[in-house]
């Protein structure tokens, strides 16, 4: 997979190796090894971070599911997402907290996502924490889907479904994704700062 960079982010990429150090050996080498380059990407990748946005939200832990899912005036509910397989928990009314939006430009599987996040020390946000972004920011989810893969709910048939939300056939919709399988190149994850 190439990813999406303009000649411009090249050009600048380059310009900031070469104030650092970077010598014509360096790229020639680079050019002559796939495996070289795939370790200084690997490097690289190890340091960067991948929050693209955060947003502060309002959860209010004093509400039911039903109450915090109403309230995102979504156009499509999963019938599943109830109080049963997703309990809200929290103390408290009302939390002012600020959510972070990951974004990895790649396929990934969820554990590699949690992993991430703890790495640059956060968590996967909770279906309370997922539906006050949706209060919060309405449009967000017709650019892109939005993975909250702390809650988690076991079905019957033995999969592991996460809320999601989404755009779907021009209506906002509240939906459950596999946690065990690829997450899509556009999707983004929420999470939270550990305390």
Known sequence: MVADVSLGQAHEAEITLRKAGATPDFWTNIAQSEELAREVVELVMAVVSYIIATYKVAV??????????????????NNDITQEHFPVSGQGKQQDIEVALFHFNKVMKSDQVIARMRKEGYRPATIAELLALGVSQPELQKQFPIIALGSVWR?????????????????????????????????????????
Do not use: H, T
């Open 155 to 195: 079905f019957p048939g033995g999969g592991r479904l996460v809320p999601c939300l989404g755009w779907l056939s021009g209506e906002r919709s509240l939906g459950l994704g596999c946690l065990g399988g690829d997450w899509l190149v556009g999707c983004r994850f929420v999470g939270l700062r550990n305390a």
């Open 60 to 77: 209010d832990y004093g509400q039911s599911l039903a109450e915090m899912i109403k309230a995102g005036n979504y156009d499509w509910v």
